[in-house]
């Protein structure tokens, strides 16, 4: 089953909003990653993060490394039309098997 | 420029035949990945592969084979055993030991009709 829960499904924003996503599992997980997705296209990686607790930046966008290492989450500010994606977190589980585990996606889009 | 190449973009097949998709890579990764997208799921890991040669079932294998005889190729085959093989299906690769930073490919539509 699922492993990584993430909220909201999608989101509707005007352009310039600030815009905040998380993710959850009740597993533990040593790294969270957070990638984009655009229309028939193979997602991207936006952050990595590898300690709990950890805050990311990348230009307008922030991620966090939650300090239970269950969860993570993901801001976006001053959107603008090109955010328009799905946004995924992702994280190894601790089996043993080295391949990532992908939540359901986010759906974002910008009304210019 | 490296990168990661699937082909086709778009496959059309009938039901009860197998069909391969390629996937290519010259980064020199060693791990390659297979994944499935539906609608408003996110990414099911097929199969996975560390090292030529070798390669692990993910969470949703039935109906599906792979092969590495190559460390830049790795082709996934749908089988007719596959009860719904209509997706989006993504192929990545990474430097095993490294941070998960996965390059994907741009993907193959698959529909069966």
């Known amino acids: ?112 | 420029d490296g990168g990661i190449t699937q082909s086709p973009k778009y496959l059309f097949r009938k039901e009860g035949q197998n069909v391969t998709l390629s996937c290519e890579q010259n980064l020199n990764h060693d791990a390659m990945y297979w994944y499935r997208q539906d609608p408003g799921q996110g990414l099911r890991l097929i199969y996975y592969s560390q090292i030529v040669n070798d390669f692990q079932k993910g969470d949703i294998a039935e109906g599906y084979s792979v092969s590495r005889e190559k460390k830049e190729s790795f082709p996934l085959t749908v089988t007719s055993a596959q009860k719904n093989p209509t997706a989006f299906y993504l192929c990545a690769s990474s430097i095993v030991r490294t941070d998960y930073g996965y390059t994907f490919g741009s993907g193959t539509r698959l529909t069966v009709v």
């Open chain 1, 1 to 112: 089953g699922q492993q990584l829960n993430q909220s909201p499904q999608s989101m509707f924003i005007q352009e310039g909003e600030d815009v905040s996503m998380n993710c959850t599992s009740s597993s533990i997980f040593n790294t969270w990653l957070w990638y984009k997705q655009e229309p028939g296209e193979g997602p991207v990686l936006l952050i990595a993060l590898y300690k709990a607790g950890e805050l990311t930046s990348n230009g307008r966008l922030t991620a966090q490394f939650g300090i239970t290492r269950k969860d993570s989450f993901l801001n976006i500010s001053a959107s603008i039309p090109s955010d328009v994606g799905i946004y995924f977190c992702a994280g190894p589980l601790d089996t043993g098997r080295r391949a990532l585990t992908f939540g359901s996606g986010t759906r974002l889009q910008v009304q210019p």
